[in-house]
Every structure is written in C-alpha cells, then in structure tokens.
C-alpha cells in the first residue's frame, strides 16, 4: 500500500489503519513543509484522509508532531491545521448555508453554467495543468492543495462553471472530502466566500509544478490582469442562456452528469462494495445492550470506557450517500477499517437503522455534521476532541477566527493544554 504513484503529485496510497496515520504524523517535518508546502512534491503531511474519517483528531496530529518539534502557534503547520477548524466553524454557523454562496462573487450566480463540462471530467481541456490535476485526481483519491485550487479557478473563473457544480464533483472523487473544507474552498477561490477571487497562471504553475503540468500557450499562459479580466467578464448571450435556463431549475439545481462508457472517470455510486459484507438493520443484535455506532468519520480507537458487554456496530447511512455517493476507493478505504473496529455493520436507510436502535439500552457515538440530522436521533453524541479553543462569534474571515481562536496561546505546547478530552 506504500507504492509511489508518480511523482507528479508525489502522493501515496493510504493503507486505512492507525499505525498508518500515525507513522505520517511521525514524519512530519514542519520547518520543510513551511518551505516547500506550495510545491506539488513538497513536504506535506497527506494526512487529510486520516483526520477527514477520524482516524486521529487534530489534536492527535499536533501533539505527536510537537513531541518532536517545538512548535509556535503561528507556525505554517499549526495555521493549516487551524484552516480545518475554521471551515468547521462556518460551518457551524452557516448550515446549509455553505452549500450556496456565501455572498455574490464577480458575477450573479446565474452567469455560471451549472453542469461541469465532459472535456474537464475526462481530463481533455487542452491545459496541461488541469488535465494532470484530474487523471491525479482519479489515480489516486487525492491531490495537493495548490492543485486543487488552480482546478477550481479554471473551472469557475475561465470556463464560466459555477463553484458548486465543480465542488461536488471534487468531493465525489476525493479521499478526504469534506463538506465544509471542500466546498468553502471553492467559495473562496470563486471569491463568494472571500473578498477577492483566486486566479493563477502559467507562471505560477510552472514555479511549483512537475514539468508535465507546465502550461505555455494555453488559456492560462497570461497575466494576472488579463485573466482578472477574463473572470470579471460574463460569456456571450448564446452561451450565458442555457445556464440561465438551468438556474431557473432552482437555486440549488448543479449537476454533475454521469460518465459516458468511454470516460476515465471512476464511477461514484451510492451502494457499497458487495465485498465489504455489510448488512441491513439487525434489531436482534442489540436489543437491551449498550451499543457503541461507528460512522464513517469516527474511525479511531474505541473508548477505553466501553463497558465489556458493549455491541460496537459501523453504520453508512443510504440517506447520505444517495445524495454523496462516493468512489470504490473510499468505500474500500472506510470499510476496510471499520471492519477492523466492529463486528457488525449495517447500511440501510436512516429510519429503518433509527427503528432497530430502539430497543438498545443505550446508544452512544462521535457527534459528526455530515451525519447529525440522524445520530442526532438515534444516540448520545458526544463531541471530538477539539485542537482550538471553541469561537462563539461568527467569523467571515479566517483571520478573524485565528486571532479570537488563539488569543494568549503561545506555542503548541500551549494550545493542547487549554483543550480537554471527552469523557465517555
């Protein structure tokens, strides 16, 4: 599971285990990835996956980096690690409110096609940038921040597509999709969730990419002036209509269309590999015992605390995934661990799962947003340990957010202190 893909995104497979993540929090090299974190093969952790599903919180990274590294609270590390917690906080306070811009970006929401074209779903745009950053994206699961952002640009500020088509077509395809990371990054390169939108061109690619990314003569070969320009200016009335007509669909109508037989798209699907030997709800098995519900952002070590007689039981909800279906790869990469983690693990629709967890004595588990409007219903979540201090006001700004979130903390050291583990 350690075999190199290729060095353009110099990104490995991910072994879903704990000693997995833990050995890359082990070689985290923090004074390298200040230096070199903008590069694609720069020092970087890729241990979003593992945070993404629980594996280790936040504050499980910081701690075993800081055990080898002395670390001030506004180093780089820490500020990306803080990146995580902020789009939580919007989170928080949005809702539902991140899934549509935050505020109006260069252009009316209804300048912008809402279906991603098939020449950028199947990597033939032409722009060697791009179309390396989608095959690495479905090589792998992953792709480095820096490419994730020139995607995002030039599917919003060149090819006129709206944020939201193209960020839940990335999430789909993403090993570590988060709703809040994922989609408010979109915002802000679109500049509805910032105050100025992100562009980049040839230059800028050439400065930290492989030789294979570079990308004279195309599109993106320009100055920032221009390409500023590009972004301010809307497409052509025959070409604007049938985004106007879409949008008269529905605010919330983005689609993404499904992949052509000839397409190099992985399929996304809503139904889990047969092999994971899931089963529907079992009301049997946990009638008058305590249950413990494993999710699929809660793959960590089980509470010590857990009485002996506890039925640990992994669940995917089909109420989610029918609206967020995911690669086979991360079906794989969840599955693999939580059958690790339980005996039993069910997926079926929230209210037949919500039915046989009636008759548990007591239902615990990880409070998650992805999955809060049912473990809500179903158990007592308690909260993942938390890295940053919780920031009640709402924050537009990451800066904002950093200053409140770190007001008299000095070094990481620090940080950890101020934070308590949840007792179970």
Known sequence: MNEAIGPETAL?????TLAAAQARIAAVRPAAYARTRNALDGAVSQLSPYITHGFVTLADV???VAKRHALDVQHKFVCELGWRAYFRHVWQHRGDGILQSLHEGLLPDTAYARELPADIRQANTGVPAVDEAVRALYATGMLHNHARMWLASYVVHVRKVHWRAGADWLYGHLLDGDLASNHISWQWVAGTGSHKPYLFNADN???YAPESWHSPGSVIDTSYEALDRVAREPVCETECEPARQMA???EDTYRVPPSSP???EPRLTAEPPGELGL??????AVAGRDVWLVHPRSLGELPESLPPDTQVIGVFVADFHRAWPWSERRWQFVGSRKTELTSKRWHGDAGAIGTALKGARRVRSI????LTPWLARWAECGAAPALFPPVDRRCDSFSQWWIRATRGVHSATDLLAVNEVPAW
């Open 62 to 64: 910081l701690a075993g």
């Open 262 to 264: 000839s397409s190099i």
């Open 12 to 16: 490995m497979h991910f072994a879903p």
């Open 367 to 370: 409070d998650e947003p992805h």
């Open 248 to 250: 008269g669909e529905g």
């Open 205 to 207: 690619v050439a400065r």
């Open 279 to 284: 089963t529907t709800h079992d009301a049997a």
